[in-house]
C-alpha cells in the first residue's frame, strides 16, 4: 500500500534534479503564482493574519518522478496579494489522520491565531478511503499545533466517503463551515457544520440550493455574504455541457439568496447557478473576505487533464487573484487595483497592424462596434499562423476565445473555442493579462471573465489584428512583479 511521506525525506539529489528539469521549461509564468516542481492544485487556507495576506495550495512535489511521494500544503504571503514570498511547506502529513495527503481546506483569522480546518486522506488495508477534517492552529511566531482527535471522523450515514474540503467562517461568536459530499446515491451536496468552539463541530443537514441532482460531487465548497446576501460557490463534477455552459470537465458556480445559518439552511428556492468562469482552465476557488473586501482565487487547471509542462516535471498555477463585487444580482470579478503599480507603459501604434509585444504584459482595449467581425490575435508568430485569438462579434453579441492554434494541445477533447461573454451592447472594455503561459480575459469590468493555459513557442510574441482596425483604442503595459 503507498502512502506518503514528509517532505524531508526526499532526498536532495531527487529535489536537484527535478529543479533542474524545470528550469528547461519554457513555460514558466512571470506573475502567477506555481510550483517549485511537481503538481499544484487548489488553493487553500486564503486568509488576512499578523498583518499579511497568506495563501496555500496543495502540493505534489514528486508527481512526476518514480521515487517516494509526498501531498501537503504549501505556504505563501504577500502585503498585496500580487507579490508573494515563499513560506515553506507548512501543512505535512504527520499523522495517522492524513497518512495519503493533506486535501483541501480553509482558514480564518481567529485572535491571536489562524485557525485551518482541512481534509485529512486515508485508506485502510483494504484501500478504503477513510477522511478526517483537522483542526489546526497556526501563532504568529509560525508554529502550527493540529488539533487531535480529529473534529470528524469518518463520514455521516447516508454518504460516501468523498467527504471532505471544508470552508470555515465566523458569525459573531460561532462558528461554520460547509463542506463537500456525496450522497450514497451518487449525486452531490454539500453538508452544513456549526462549532461552539471551532473544535467541536456537529453536522446541522444540507445546503438547500434548490438543485436535488447537480452532479455526482460538490468539490471546494464556499459560503460568504455581500450586503444583505448569502453566496454559495463550488465545483460540481458530472455537469452535462448545455450550449454555450458546462463545457469544462468539471465547473465551478455559484448561486446567491439567503443568509445560512443554524436556523436557515435554504440558499434559493429558485434553480440560478451560474458558472463563475468562462475559460478553459479555472476550478476548485477559495473565497477570502478581509479588510472589508472579497478576494477569489482559483486553480488554473482542473483536474484529470493532461497540460505540457508535465514533461518538465511540474505542472499547475493559480489564477490573479480577482476582487468580487454583487451587482444585478450577478458576482462581477476585478482585477486587484494593487495590479497597477507594477506597470511599466509600453508605446504602441493602434493604427498598426502587428506589435511585438513579448510576454508578461497587461492589455486595455475598447472594441467599438462595427460591420465586421473584430479579430485579435495575442501570443501569435510573425506569420500568425500560431495564436490565441478574441473575436468579438457585434452581431450575434459574442466574444469567442479560440486556442485551437495557441500552441501545444490541451485537452482539445473539450473543445478548442469558447463563447466567453454574450448579450453585450455597441462596446466591449475588455483587460487582458497574457503571462508565458496563460491568459486571463475581463469583460465589462468583470461582467464576464475567461482564464485558459497557453502554451505558445517563444516565437509567438507578437499581437496582430486581422486588418486594420480604426474601431479599437489599446493600452499595453508590462507587468514587472518579482523582478
Not at 447516508?158 to 450514497?184: C, E, L, M, N
Not at 473565497?287 to 473586501?293: P, S
Not at 490575435?377 to 510573425?382: E, T
Not at 482539445?412 to 508565458?436: C, M, P, S
Request: charged share 25%; proline share 4%.
Amino acid at each position: 500500500m503507498k502512502k506518503y511521506h514528509q517532505y524531508d525525506d526526499i532526498p536532495l539529489k531527487l529535489r536537484t534534479s527535478l529543479e533542474e528539469k524545470v528550469a528547461q521549461s519554457p513555460y514558466r509564468q512571470y506573475f502567477h503564482i506555481e510550483g517549485d516542481m511537481g503538481y499544484i492544485n487548489d488553493p487553500n487556507g486564503v486568509c488576512y493574519f499578523d498583518g499579511k495576506y497568506h495563501l496555500f495550495y496543495q502540493w505534489s512535489p514528486l508527481t512526476y518522478s518514480e521515487n517516494s511521494w509526498f501531498q501537503g500544503w504549501y505556504h505563501v504571503t504577500s502585503t498585496d496579494m500580487i507579490s508573494w514570498e515563499d513560506a515553506e511547506v507548512r501543512i505535512e502529513t504527520n499523522s495517522p489522520y492524513e497518512t495519503h495527503g493533506a486535501y483541501s481546506g480553509s482558514a480564518i483569522e481567529d485572535g491571536e491565531v489562524m485557525k485551518i480546518f482541512y481534509t485529512g486522506n486515508t485508506r485502510n488495508e483494504q484501500n478504503e478511503r477513510i477522511p478526517y477534517q483537522i483542526i489546526a492552529t497556526l501563532d504568529k511566531k509560525g508554529e502550527l499545533i493540529k488539533r487531535f482527535p480529529p473534529a470528524i471522523i469518518g463520514y455521516p450515514d447516508g454518504y460516501t466517503d468523498h467527504f471532505r474540503d471544508p470552508k470555515i467562517w465566523k458569525s459573531k461568536d460561532d462558528y461554520y463551515a460547509v463542506i463537500g459530499a456525496q450522497r450514497k446515491n451518487l449525486t452531490g451536496t454539500s453538508l452544513l457544520l456549526h462549532s461552539q468552539d471551532s473544535f467541536s463541530w456537529r453536522i446541522l443537514g444540507e445546503v438547500d440550493i434548490a438543485y436535488p441532482c447537480l452532479g455526482y460531487m460538490w468539490e471546494c465548497p464556499n459560503y460568504f455574504e455581500i450586503g444583505d446576501k448569502g453566496i454559495f460557490l463550488f465545483s460540481p463534477q458530472g455537469l452535462k455541457p448545455e450550449g454555450n455552459r458546462y463545457c469544462n470537465i468539471y465547473q465551478t458556480g455559484y448561486v446567491i439568496g439567503n443568509k445560512l445559518s443554524k436556523n436557515n439552511l435554504q440558499i434559493t428556492d429558485k434553480q440560478t447557478f451560474q458558472e463563475i468562469d468562462r475559460g478553459f482552465d479555472f476550478y476548485a476557488a477559495q473565497v477570502m473576505q478581509a479588510q472589508g473586501r472579497t478576494i477569489l482565487f482559483a486553480w488554473m487547471g482542473l483536474p484529470e487533464i493532461t497540460y505540457p509542462t508535465q514533461q518538465y516535471a511540474y505542472c499547475g498555477c493559480l489564477t490573479l487573484p480577482r476582487e468580487l463585487f454583487l451587482e444585478d444580482g450577478k458576482l462581477k470579478q476585478r482585477p486587484l487595483v494593487e495590479i497597477e503599480k507594477y506597470r511599466q507603459p509600453l508605446l504602441v501604434n493602434v493604427e498598426e497592424k502587428t506589435h511585438e509585444l513579448g510576454f508578461g504584459i497587461e492589455l486595455s482595449l475598447c472594441i467599438r462596434k462595427s460591420k465586421h467581425q473584430t479579430m485579435i490575435d495575442f501570443a501569435a508568430n510573425m506569420e500568425n499562423t500560431a495564436h490565441t485569438r478574441l473575436i468579438c462579434d457585434f452581431e450575434k453579441r459574442e466574444l469567442i476565445l479560440d486556442r485551437h492554434l495557441a500552441g501545444e494541445r490541451v485537452a482539445e477533447e473539450y473543445g478548442t473555442k469558447r463563447v466567453i461573454a454574450e448579450d453585450f451592447g455597441d462596446e466591449v472594455n475588455l483587460r487582458v493579462f497574457l503571462d508565458r503561459s496563460s491568459i486571463e480575459v475581463f469583460v465589462n469590468d468583470g461582467d464576464f471573465v475567461a482564464s485558459s493555459r497557453i502554451f505558445p513557442t517563444d516565437y509567438q510574441k507578437y499581437l496582430h489584428f486581422y486588418q486594420r482596425e480604426d474601431n479599437i483604442d489599446m493600452k499595453v503595459w508590462r507587468l514587472e512583479i518579482g523582478e
